[in-house]
């Protein structure tokens, strides 16, 4: 008896030489729809679907192979005597073959803006993905294809041996429930509409686009996968020269993109501007530019300006010697003038959303260089972060000011508000603990990663020390200060304004420390902690 193949396809790639070369090893094709239309015009005899069920396609073609005299002849175990029995009780054939690719409804709800909803809907499979499991749980038994690029393997062993090795048969296997797990997760991304941490499971649907050379270390293997409906800054960003980007490249990057336009991007407001306006009555100013340098996955300068070169030059100033190999990343285009000052430093990546002719003539002169263009502003609203055995799910931090509290008798002066703001938006890419000394919208001392407050404050106040001599006015932290020692030390450097969270139980010890010494400290009402 000649053995089956059902080939169900929408994507037609490399379908009609796969026909040809079941045909010429004396298989039988049963196909449904456009399939079997398209194989009939290249001339293959068809067996359609409707032949084999006795049931025509129905409900505009939603139903076609859902049906037992399919699913039977997939499923059934050729070594199990009653389930072969059964099959010839019901005068059924077995399936030997299934390749069926899905509905496009990756690329359909990556569409910007996606189709109406009711035409979305239409393009979840239904029956491709209950053909190819049943393949595939079957897979002793069944060559199962869900990917055109699996035919040509596929036909060299059939060819050459009739059959497939059991274990080329299970990572086929293997293949098809890695995509109908990602497909079904991408439709349930759709469906939810945003309600990560409310749902039962955590299914997000990412699909590998490349191997890097390795991980965070050269012992360790590493890949990128991005989102399958194409959302996403990183999915936006295009390599315009330079080595290929590896893994510690890709953290570095998604750091800096987020930091930068977190100070605005391409007519977006900065990060918490509405707030600012709401509570202090205060207005950014659009027209500046704004740079962040990143160095080990943590701001290493950031500075607004009026130019890109100036923004840089302000970002390279606070730590001359860390931004060596590190990232710039910049909120507007990038002109030669800018290019020309970062030519003359070593950096691993520059990113910006757009390079006019002579920026590009200059930095793509250094090969090992990665430029990249960035068109997309971040667009996340949930973030995960692996555990051993699971992963942690958290809404992004989108808020700047819960409140607005001044605690101490020293008023602001509305002249640092700015400084403030800047540091604000700042702080919460740095690693915990962190503290940033702000001065003309410029981080001119950052500390960040320690282990206790002080240290991260004395190693920012230090810094700023070298940079301006003790001119800075603002420290801004990312969470409340649980006994007084960064006020004094901050007091003693010539700190005027204090920004923290407040919350401690010892907050009372900071506002008599502050009132000491004539500083100004304000309650947020927000922590801004980045582990």
Known sequence: MKKRALLSVFNKDGV??????????????????GTAAFLRKEGFAVIDAAEITGFPECLDGRVKTLHPAV??????????????????SLNLRTIDLVAVNLYPFF????????????????????????????????FDDVIVLSDPADYGEAIRCLRSNGDLPRETRKKLAGKVFNLTSAYDAAVSQYLLDGEETAAAYHTPSLRRTAPLRYGENPQQEAALFLRTDGRGAISGMKQLGGKELGYNNYRDI??????????????????GADEAEKLLDFTDDPSLK????VKHNTPCGAALGKTAGEAFDKAYSCDTVSIFGGIAAFNTRLDGDAARKLEKIFLEVVIAPAFDGEALDILLKKTNLRVIEAALPPGEDYESVSVDGGVLVQQVNKKLLLKWELVTKTAVDRRDLADMLFGLR???????????VVKNQSAVGIGGGQTNRIRAAEEALRRAADVTGGAARVLVSDAFFPFPDVVLAAAEAGIRLIVQSGGSNNDSLSIEACDKHGVAMVFTGTRYFKH
């Open 107 to 138: 690329q359909k709800f990556a569409e910007n803006p996606p189709p109406p909803e009711d035409e979305l809907l239409e393009f979840i499979d239904i029956g491709g993905p209950a053909m190819l499991r049943s393949a595939a749980k079957n």
């Open 426 to 436: 700042l702080v919460g890419w740095v690693k915990s603990n962190a503290i940033v």
């Open 16 to 33: 009609m030489e796969l026909a040809g070369a079941l045909s010429a090893l004396g298989w039988e094709l049963v196909s449904t729809g």
């Open 290 to 293: 704004a740079c962040v340098a």
């Open 71 to 88: 699913h039977a002849g997939i499923l059934a175990k050729r070594g199990e005597k009653s389930h072969t029995d059964a099959l010839k």
């Open 254 to 271: 998604d750091l800096a993109w987020k930091a930068v336009c977190s100070l605005g991007f391409g007519g977006a407001r900065p990060l």
